[in-house]
């Protein structure tokens, strides 16, 4: 495939779908530049969502097609409501598709907070305490984000 015109690969890659075009993204450099292809993108997103929402949610500035079409896939699966979604083992807050903050991540260790200040000492009292509150925090919202999680597949099973 290096040895074929960028015009060729690019016709070839219109035939994959979403999943397909971002699972080629991981392959090299030149593929991940390829399946970013603004055009690729444009046209998976009227295909699936049609011409007219196309030209409403068309990109601004210089904000690619690929991201507007992931950010109304993601509309499409949580809502467009303020939500905790967890994908993967990451959490994040969603707000009308747009990710507007990582939460924390269940493969970091909720008590890793035990740091030395610059002078190599023990981080004060009030650190550690601010640090406890954090992590009460963090353990709140993940435990939100699996109940998200968890009710929206017994949702999905029961309009099957």
């Not at 997103?45 to 993601?74: H, L």
Request: with cysteine.
């Amino acid at each position: 495939m290096e040895r074929l015109p960028t015009d060729l690969c690019l016709k070839i890659f219109s035939w994959l779908d979403h999943q397909n075009l971002a699972a080629a993204q991981l392959v090299c450099r030149k593929w991940r530049h390829l399946a970013s292809d603004d055009t690729l993108w444009s046209n998976l997103f009227k295909e699936r969502w049609g011409i007219d929402c196309a030209t409403f949610y068309a990109p601004v500035d210089s904000k690619p097609w690929k991201d507007v079409y992931i950010v109304q896939d993601r509309c499409d699966r949580v809502g467009l409501g303020l939500k905790i979604i967890r994908e993967g083992g990451d959490y994040f807050l969603v707000h009308q598709g747009q990710i507007q903050r990582h939460l924390g991540s269940r493969r970091l260790g909720f008590d890793s907070f035990n740091s030395q200040n610059s002078n190599g000492g023990v981080e004060s009292i009030d650190d550690e305490e601010e640090a406890s509150c954090s992590s009460i925090l963090d353990k709140i919202l993940f435990f939100i984000g699996d109940m998200e999680a968890a009710s929206l597949h017994a949702k999905r099973s029961r309009l099957l």
